[in-house]
């Protein structure tokens, strides 16, 4: 039976060096939570790279032994691989290009040699792994060039791609000296998926700017093949939210948190540490509603989960210390004896845990500065079986594209932002019930099952109509 080789740089599961030896753990991020629900199905296979860096041969066999138990294929990368290829190319110069950040990319044409090199070592494990009849799904900015590299060595292979960040405007792309062969790298699929039509306009912009390459109802018709283009907004794993926020266990987290906590009502923000998700600006504007609003003090308190993330690159250790500062001035200024108004966590909760937050809090804060899509805007929405919440959610979020009953803001906007976050913990119950239950209608109809289905079914189907115009 035909299986999809599913492609990612990161596994959904990460390998960790402890006194205990090696450990394996659930990854960050919404790609991996995002798919690690369903890639067990069938006889599917996951390529990727376990997250640390694996020297010893012995240790590489016990690594790829474990994955092979849960349907995974390991990647290892060397030491430069790590640092040139993944925190280099991937997240020091796409990264923050793809995010509007374009004044932090490098430009380094050994990050760009290391960043060919690495998406060929992921082209030879994919063969390695993929029959000819298996369906290829290749995912995110860290593989960009891949979908090509395997239609020359595969031409009549299926291949997908998907991409978890935004695509930019073309006067982003425009300035990477790679922009050509970035995009070529793409055209290697047989059909590309974006989270908004949006990007995908975007994309098809820089395609025709740039290759001078048209495009018809997002068909765009290379020398060779023609390639198709669409929005597949991705979903969540709806059920296993709502039953976990539901569980007793998260009902006893719940009720342990509430012994601290008294009564003081919970703001909740949980994200990787990363420029883009707009930490700092959700401190102040938090600031700026216990400044504009003093009855707010002793009685609402933001619970900041800030997940560890690239830190061996320096803007994320930039971030980290500017965070640390904001905390503990706010801190410092408001607090009194009994209430403390942010509660900062540096570090991944387990999920059990992370649902009883979700059930506890009262309104979530997500207002990244750029997002692909955002899927904790969804997993608070899905938490939520008494319908009373309110989720604040920026417009610059792929997810505020469905999410239009959250507040929406322009995360750039303290006094705005400040301001929906008073509106919020004055809105009355029936309005936070009609909101949510309008996002949770669609939240639960679009699961990441539906959104997995849709894409590989679009994929077939795109396959088939290149067979049968190649037979006219
Ligand atoms: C985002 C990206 C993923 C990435 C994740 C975590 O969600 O779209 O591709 O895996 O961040 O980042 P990391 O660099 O730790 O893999």
Redesign the pocket.
């Known amino acids: 039976m035909p299986r999809t080789i599913i492609v ?3 596994l959904p599961t990460k390998v960790q060096r402890t006194a205990d030896g090696l450990t394996f753990q659930p ?6 939570t995002g798919l690690g629900s369903i890639y067990r199905a069938d006889d599917n296979v996951w390529v990727g790279w376990p997250g640390l860096f694996v020297e010893d041969e012995s240790e590489q066999e016990f690594v790829t032994a474990q994955f092979a138990d849960d349907s995974m294929a390991p990647v290892f990368l060397t030491e430069n691989e790590i640092r040139d290829y993944y925190e280099g190319f991937s ?1 020091g110069t796409l990264w923050p290009t793809f995010h509007y950040f374009g004044q932090l990319a490098l430009f380094d044409d050994d990050l760009w040699q290391a960043y060919v090199a690495v998406n060929e070592k992921f082209c030879q494990a994919v063969l390695a792994q993929a029959g000819p009849d298996d369906t290829i799904w290749v ?4 593989l960009l060039l891949l979908p090509e590299m395997l239609r020359q060595a595969r031409p009549e292979a299926t291949i997908g791609f998907f991409l ?2 935004p695509f930019p405007s073309y006067e982003l792309i425009r300035v990477l000296p790679w922009r050509a062969e970035l995009l070529r790298g793409l055209l290697g699929a047989d059909l590309i998926g974006f989270h908004t039509f949006g990007y995908m306009r975007h994309f098809l912009s820089a395609v025709s700017q740039l290759l001078g390459l048209s495009s018809q109802h997002g068909q765009i018709e290379t020398p060779t093949r023609t390639v198709l283009v669409d929005a597949f907004p991705m979903g969540i794993d709806y059920r296993r939210y709502a039953d976990a926020a539901a569980s007793e266990a998260a009902a006893a987290h719940v009720r342990a948190y509430r012994e601290g906590l008294k009564d003081v009502r919970v703001i909740l923000s949980i994200d ?1 540490l990363d420029y883009t998700k707009g930490i700092a600006q959700r401190l102040r504007a938090f600031a700026l509603l216990l400044e504009r609003y003093p009855e707010w003090r002793g009685q609402v308190s933001l619970l900041m989960v800030v997940v560890p ?2 830190d061996q690159v320096a803007q994320y250790q930039e971030l980290k210390v500017e965070i640390d500062e904001l905390v503990g001035r706010i801190n410092a200024q408001y607090r009194s004896i009994t209430w403390t108004p942010i509660q900062y966590f540096y570090r991944s909760f387990p999920f059990e845990e992370l649902a009883a937050l979700y059930r506890l809090a009262e309104v979530a804060m997500v207002t990244p500065m750029r997002d ?1 899509m955002n899927l904790v805007a969804k997993e608070f929405v899905a938490s939520k079986a008494d319908q009373r919440g309110v989720l604040i959610l920026s417009e610059r979020a792929g997810a505020a594209r469905e999410l239009s009953d959250a507040l929406i803001i322009n995360p750039t906007d303290t006094k705005q932002l400040a301001e929906a976050l008073h509106e919020a913990l004055v809105m009355p119950e029936d309005e936070q019930q009609t909101r949510l239950a309008n996002m949770q209608a669609l939240v639960k109809q679009y699961d990441v099952f539906a959104w997995t289905k849709l894409f590989m079914s679009r994929l077939a189907h795109a396959k088939a109509e290149q067979h049968s115009l190649a037979t006219l």
């Not at 990854?27 to 991996?32: F, K, W």
């Not at 995912?139 to 860290?142: I, S």
């Open positions: 990612s740089n990161r990854s960050e991020g919404g790609l991996a997240n995912h995110d900015y860290q978890h960040i990787r993330s690239r692909g």
